[in-house]
């Protein structure tokens, strides 16, 4: 039974133990208070806002609270001062997040979130408008103030006093009568990736006693961006280290100083490397500090140096005309001029032209790259000749024991080629072979321009220059196997006269020796016929 009894007090203690500090999702609707619910919450309590107005100035003291917005739009849910003579939220706890809120109405030196010896609390994601300070931060470490809009406010956005290790990161402090984000006598704190612009007085101000404060990857864009009265340790950018910044580059190093007219030092400044940090040191004014990394804008499309010209050619010599593909192989460039003519006139402004070369001769081709940093140039030669003559004719003599052989012969050609057969010349040498029923032998019968009876048949224009005569072989007149058998109407035997080129009567001087050779026919048929 003892034992029965112990283990049934330790189930009732571990069963009240569980109920003790239970966190809680208490809802609140406009028209009812914030400020009941929460002086009846317990740590831990979630206190969820549905959208609407609520008209009231509230204290939270106690830890460990979460009071935010059911949408999660600081749009909807608003919070505005019924009395504009004391701090909207007033915070005096520890452990406490604020988000999604807007909050609004006070003025002079009252406050939209008012942080009074808070530690580790997280304000996040609100819209802190119209106020007389934005964010108040007195005598509190280890806060988080982060994604908020700061604007409109009579005094700063965001002002520490005597607070420590807070971090302040990508919040917008835009438009305050006074100061962006003012640090005073607060020591290690990180600003990062803040956008602070359109400040009246001063983007950002330090005060001499506020020491080992972090400041870097911010947006200054302010007509004043700094007022930094020294202290000790400050710095104002981090050593540089791959990541995007604040303004698009892919390093992070310092701020970046713009001015609303584009003319802070980071709208003009150099960047020769391309690496989105400008070749020189911000000078801070009137202070002992500097921003050795500022920031570039990446979209300022900053040339990486001056240019390098360099290019190349699919070919640099040839035959008129000669076609040349350019590729270009510049760096840092963004404008090309090429001269093709050697004559300093530009050609092309194209990156990578063609250019035809139709005269003959020896070109220098110039491509000049040019960008904001200067131009540069290279040179190089295009050699373009003669064209390639196309001829395949051969009007020279050709060994008669070459011509038999020939195999070049076309016999449905109009012309008798490359035969030799060119009484204009005098280099033709045909030979007719074979025996007619005559008796004659014309084996011995040339054409040389004048017949052995001394007949010049020059006059004849016998010009084979696309054929081949030849007495064998596959040439243009084979009298060894061609023959005109049979008899014509007048009884003339014709059988062994051979008889080639019938396709070629068309050929000068060819009808010359056909007109003979029948004469002679017919004078001896007539001489032998009986009763003659």
Excluded at 166 to 172: A, C, E, L, P, S
Excluded at 214 to 223: A, G, V, W
Excluded at 226 to 240: L, P, R, S
């Amino acid at each position: 039974m003892n034992r029965l009894a112990i283990l049934l007090v330790v189930f009732l203690l571990i069963t009240l133990g569980s109920g003790i500090g239970a966190a809680a999702e208490v809802y609140v609707q406009p028209g009812e208070s914030i400020q009941t619910v929460l002086d009846n919450a317990a740590s831990g309590d979630v206190i969820i806002l549905k959208p609407g107005i609520y008209t009231e100035n509230i204290k939270i003291d106690k830890n460990n609270l979460v009071i935010s917005s059911e949408s999660g739009n600081p749009d909807d849910t608003i919070i505005t001062a019924k009395s504009s003579d004391n701090h909207v939220i007033s915070l005096q706890a520890n452990n406490v997040k604020i988000s999604g809120l807007e909050i609004t109405g006070t003025k002079n030196s009252y406050a939209g979130i008012y942080l009074s010896e808070c530690n580790n609390c997280i304000i996040e994601n609100n819209k802190i408008l119209n106020n007389g300070y934005g964010i108040y931060l007195l005598n509190s470490k280890g806060n988080k103030l982060s994604n908020n809009v700061i604007a409109n406010n009579e005094e700063n956005g965001i002002l520490l006093s005597t607070s420590t290790n807070n971090t302040i990161f990508g919040n917008t402090a835009l438009d305050n009568k006074d100061t962006g984000i003012h640090i005073s006598t607060s020591d290690g704190n990180t600003l990062t990736g803040n956008n602070i612009s359109s400040n009246d007085v001063y983007g950002l101000f330090v005060c001499p006693e506020s020491d080992d404060n972090l400041i870097y990857n911010n947006n200054f864009n302010n007509t004043v961006n700094a007022e930094i009265q020294n202290g000790v340790g400050n710095a104002y950018n981090t050593a540089k280290t791959e990541g995007e910044n604040i303004v698009g580059g892919s390093y992070l190093g310092g701020n970046f100083w713009a001015e609303p007219e584009g003319t802070g030092f980071s709208d003009t400044a150099v960047d020769a490397d391309g690496d989105g940090i400008a070749d020189s040191e911000y000078r801070i004014s009137q202070s002992i500090y500097s921003d050795q990394l500022p920031l570039i804008s990446s979209s300022k499309q900053q040339q990486s140096g001056p240019p390098v010209a360099n290019f190349k050619m699919n070919n640099s010599d040839g035959s008129a005309p000669l076609p040349v593909q350019f590729t270009d192989l510049s760096e840092n460039t963004d404008s090309w001029g090429w001269d093709f003519e050697s004559d300093g006139k530009i050609d092309s402004t194209e990156e990578n032209p063609v250019h035809v070369f139709t005269t003959i001769g020896t070109y220098t081709i110039t491509l000049s790259a040019t960008n904001k940093n200067g131009t540069d140039s290279k040179t190089a030669a295009v050699i373009v000749t003669h064209p390639v003559e196309n001829s395949s004719v051969n009007n020279t003599s050709e060994d008669p024991e070459t011509i038999e052989n020939s195999t070049s012969a076309n016999e449905s050609s109009d012309n008798i080629t490359n035969a030799g057969l060119d009484s204009q010349s005098g280099s033709g040498v045909v030979n007719l072979n074979g025996e007619n029923n005559a008796g004659i032998n014309t084996s011995g019968a040339n054409f040389n321009g004048e017949n052995n009876s001394g007949t010049n048949t020059s006059s004849s224009n016998l010009n084979t220059s696309n054929s081949n005569l030849n007495g064998e072989n596959n040439a243009g007149i084979n009298t060894s196997s061609v023959n005109l058998n049979g008899e014509d109407n007048t009884g003339i035997n014709t059988s062994s006269v051979e008889y080639a080129l019938e396709n070629k009567t068309d050929a000068p001087g060819f009808e010359i020796v056909y007109g003979a050779v029948s004469l002679l026919a017919v004078f001896l048929y007539r001489k032998e016929k009986p009763g003659n």
